[in-house]
């Protein structure tokens, strides 16, 4: 990984960059202020004007592009941002060295305990005076003077505070930590509208490893655009697009950290430090590949899988015989009658020591009741978890406090007759990494994802439900296989997108090459947002079928250009029930 220059640390720390300031502020003796008038304060700070409204937020997608790929950061290395961006910034803050903004400064800087204070950062009215530096970078510092009258989005904050923190930093505040206010001239708006662009790059768009990689710097920076606005209009769903933002933050967190435990590091570490410094560097490692795989899948519809420690496959047990677990709250008659004098039984009223205990071949029964197990998510044996009664009294709740609810990589595996409900998780509410995966008569109510195929790996769904999913209901990713039959898969892909065509995935989701297989019989698709079945295949060719009808966006044989690729994806439907608001079968892009 590469070094990352004060710059990068700082604008990593997004909102509040004051905070890579290493400085006396921290053992400074502050007050702990209150944000109500307090008695014997004989000034009160106005509250600050009205600052630039947002200048990117009214750029389309193509426009952010062509500003930092076509502009600012035309035939510049990844290696070098921090060059363009300050060329950039140059070009225009000579035009006017005098100007009124606001600075937004850390909490840390003025209270003991700024945690207690429930405001993101302390502005303050300043006066900038812009000198460029000789060696100039696009977080050199600025001198800035309390301007009159004296304004603060804390209402009670002493100038007499301001002007001491200011003092100590000799008036001096990184560049990026200023805003400017409106009312003054066009060149002062372009300035608000550089720093912006520049405050954005660094907070959304630029990587520390970036220099690492290989491709075009452009057309990386191009791909977080649209993830951006991917986020933006809501094609994205909202928990991926905060799951995503979270280890973006903790990245930058985590850099930080590195790069302050480095630089109070003396000029030869201890042994304590240099392990301590080596932790710290290879747990930020692991942070940035995760961010790798979020990018590079495009945060696909359940995110990337956490990386997790994988249960090792047992098989079958050496004698060869098998075992029915039993699990239920309480003890009753129906439990009797399921005993067989063929298998070994055994009663548990834990789900999980159940799950845990279980070799190839093994049968888990689940009477009524609700239940929450954590080994659903690294099932690698080929059992049955079977619910004794009506699905829906059977019910296994997720747990929110993890990444996954049911993962099976087990090579014949059946759920039936049971109830999932997904809450507070994501990922797909039943993700089939690899094998074959068998849902019969049971209820899936999903909250994030519905079910996901990977690459290679098989599901056959038989009179079940899936509702809910914010997602698609089903999603095939290339080369998997499915076969649905007599399933209701409603109320899915509920989440809001400003572009039907690209948001809206419906009910089945299938994305090819190499082409999944499908087959769909007997199902009713019905009240979902968008398409009963959404086909993704890459191709400068848009076709849709409406009530039967062909309807192509670009020029060429629309109905062999389907039957081809119902052709190439094996996909057979019979006796199906689509009820979808305007199209049956999509094919996009």
Same mark, same amino acid.
């Given at each position: 990984?590469?070094?990352?220059?004060?710059?990068?640390?700082?604008?990593?720390?997004?909102?509040?960059?004051?905070?890579?300031?290493?400085?006396?502020?921290?053992?400074?003796?502050?007050?702990?202020?209150?944000?109500?008038?307090?008695?014997?304060?004989?000034?009160?700070?106005?509250?600050?004007?009205?600052?630039?409204?947002?200048?990117?937020?009214?750029?389309?997608?193509?426009?952010?592009?062509?500003?930092?790929?076509?502009?600012?950061?035309?035939?510049?290395?990844?290696?070098?941002?921090?060059?363009?961006?300050?060329?950039?910034?140059?070009?225009?803050?000579?035009?006017?060295?005098?100007?009124?903004?606001?600075?937004?400064?850390?909490?840390?800087?003025?209270?003991?305990?700024?945690?207690?204070?429930?405001?993101?950062?302390?502005?303050?009215?300043?006066?900038?005076?812009?000198?460029?530096?000789?060696?100039?970078?696009?977080?050199?510092?600025?001198?800035?003077?309390?301007?009159?009258?004296?304004?603060?989005?804390?209402?009670?904050?002493?100038?007499?505070?301001?002007?001491?923190?200011?003092?100590?930093?000799?008036?001096?505040?990184?560049?990026?930590?200023?805003?400017?206010?409106?009312?003054?001239?066009?060149?002062?708006?372009?300035?608000?509208?550089?720093?912006?662009?520049?405050?954005?790059?660094?907070?959304?768009?630029?990587?520390?490893?970036?220099?690492?990689?290989?491709?075009?710097?452009?057309?990386?920076?191009?791909?977080?655009?649209?993830?951006?606005?991917?986020?933006?209009?809501?094609?994205?769903?909202?928990?991926?697009?905060?799951?995503?933002?979270?280890?973006?933050?903790?990245?930058? /967190? #985590? &850099?930080? !950290?590195? @790069?302050?435990?480095?630089?109070?590091? $003396?000029? *030869?570490?201890?042994?304590?430090?240099?392990?301590?410094?080596?932790?710290?560097?290879?747990?930020?490692?692991?942070?940035?590949?995760?961010?790798?795989?979020?990018?590079?899948?495009?945060?696909?519809?359940?995110?990337?899988?956490?990386?997790?420690?994988?249960?090792?496959?047992?098989?079958?047990?050496?004698?060869?015989?098998?075992?029915?677990?039993?699990?239920?709250?309480?003890?009753?008659?129906?439990?009797?009658?399921?005993?067989?004098?063929?298998?070994?039984?055994?009663?548990?009223?834990?789900?999980?020591?159940?799950?845990?205990?279980?070799?190839?071949?093994?049968?888990?029964?689940?009477?009524?009741?609700?239940?929450?197990?954590?080994?659903? /998510? #690294? &099932?690698? !044996?080929? @059992?049955?978890?079977?619910?004794?009664? $009506?699905? *829906?009294?059977?019910?296994?709740?997720?747990?929110?406090?993890?990444?996954?609810?049911?993962?099976?990589?087990?090579?014949?595996?059946?759920?039936?007759?049971?109830?999932?409900?997904?809450?507070?998780?994501?990922?797909?509410?039943?993700?089939?990494?690899?094998?074959?995966?068998?849902?019969?008569?049971?209820?899936?109510?999903?909250?994030?994802?519905?079910?996901?195929?990977?690459?290679?790996?098989?599901?056959?769904?038989?009179?079940?439900?899936?509702?809910?999913?914010?997602?698609?209901?089903?999603?095939?990713?290339?080369?998997?296989?499915?076969?649905?039959?007599?399933?209701?898969?409603?109320?899915?892909?509920?989440?809001?997108?400003?572009?039907? /065509?690209?948001?809206?995935?419906?009910?089945?989701?299938?994305?090819?090459?190499?082409?999944?297989?499908?087959?769909?019989?007997?199902?009713?698709?019905?009240?979902?947002?968008?398409?009963?079945?959404?086909?993704?295949?890459?191709?400068?060719?848009?076709?849709?079928?409406?009530?039967?009808?062909?309807?192509?966006?670009?020029?060429?044989?629309?109905?062999?250009?389907?039957?081809?690729?119902?052709?190439?994806?094996?996909?057979?439907?019979?006796?199906?029930?689509?009820?979808?608001?305007?199209?049956?079968?999509?094919?996009?892009?």
């Amino acid at each position: 990984m590469a070094s990352s220059s004060g710059l990068q640390a700082e604008e990593a720390a997004g909102e509040a960059p004051g905070a890579a300031e290493d400085s006396p502020h921290g053992s400074r003796s502050r007050r702990l202020l209150s944000l109500s008038p307090r008695e014997g304060q004989d000034e009160e700070a106005e509250p600050l004007p009205l600052q630039y409204p947002s200048y990117l937020g009214s750029l389309s997608g193509r426009e952010k592009v062509e500003l930092y790929c076509d502009g600012i950061l035309k035939d510049y290395k990844a290696e070098d941002p921090n060059e363009a961006i300050s060329k950039y910034l140059l070009e225009k803050l000579k035009m006017k060295e005098n100007w009124l903004g606001v600075w937004k400064s850390n909490p840390d800087l003025f209270f003991v305990n700024s945690e207690e204070i429930p405001i993101p950062y302390v502005g303050v009215l300043v006066e900038v005076t812009c000198k460029l530096p000789q060696n100039p970078s696009a977080n050199f510092k600025v001198s800035v003077s309390v301007a009159e009258p004296f304004s603060s989005n804390v209402a009670n904050i002493p100038r007499q505070l301001v002007d001491e923190v200011l003092e100590e930093m000799d008036h001096c505040v990184p560049l990026l930590e200023v805003y400017p206010i409106e009312g003054q001239d066009t060149v002062v708006f372009d300035i608000a509208k550089a720093l912006e662009t520049a405050r954005f790059f660094y907070d959304f768009l630029w990587r520390d490893w970036d220099d690492e990689n290989n491709e075009t710097y452009t057309a990386l920076i191009e791909e977080r655009i649209k993830i951006w606005c991917d986020i933006q209009n809501g094609i994205i769903p909202a928990p991926i697009a905060h799951r995503f933002r979270r280890n973006l933050e903790k990245y930058k /967190s #985590m &850099l930080l !950290e590195l @790069i302050h435990y480095q630089t109070n590091v $003396k000029e *030869e570490p201890t042994a304590e430090e240099a392990v301590e410094c080596w932790k710290k560097y290879y747990a930020l490692i692991m942070q940035c590949g995760l961010l790798k795989i979020w990018e590079d899948l495009r945060l696909r519809a359940h995110g990337p899988l956490t990386p997790r420690i994988l249960r090792r496959r047992k098989g079958r047990r050496g004698d060869g015989k098998t075992v029915t677990y039993m699990v239920a709250k309480t003890s009753t008659s129906e439990m009797v009658k399921e005993l067989s004098i063929d298998t070994h039984d055994t009663v548990e009223e834990n789900l999980n020591v159940a799950l845990d205990n279980c070799y190839s071949g093994d049968t888990v029964l689940i009477f009524p009741g609700e239940y929450k197990a954590a080994n659903l /998510s #690294m &099932l690698t !044996e080929d @059992i049955t978890i079977k619910g004794v009664g $009506k699905p *829906e009294e059977i019910m296994i709740v997720s747990n929110s406090f993890h990444e996954n609810f049911v993962v099976s990589k087990a090579q014949n595996i059946k759920l039936m007759n049971i109830t999932l409900i997904q809450q507070g998780i994501v990922d797909g509410i039943i993700v089939v990494e690899s094998g074959h995966t068998v849902l019969e008569s049971c209820i899936l109510k999903c909250e994030g994802t519905g079910v996901c195929v990977l690459a290679g790996a098989s599901l056959t769904v038989i009179n079940s439900e899936i509702t809910g999913a914010q997602g698609a209901g089903v999603e095939l990713y290339p080369g998997s296989k499915a076969t649905l039959e007599g399933n209701k898969i409603h109320h899915c892909s509920t989440f809001r997108t400003s572009d039907s /065509s690209r948001g809206s995935f419906g009910g089945i989701n299938i994305k090819v090459l190499p082409a999944p297989i499908l087959r769909l019989k007997n199902n009713h698709i019905y009240n979902n947002n968008g398409y009963a079945v959404t086909i993704i295949k890459p191709s400068e060719q848009l076709c849709a079928t409406v009530e039967g009808t062909v309807e192509c966006a670009a020029g060429g044989d629309g109905e062999d250009y389907v039957s081809k690729l119902m052709q190439e994806l094996s996909l057979e439907i019979q006796q199906n029930v689509l009820e979808e608001t305007t199209k049956d079968i999509s094919i996009v892009n």
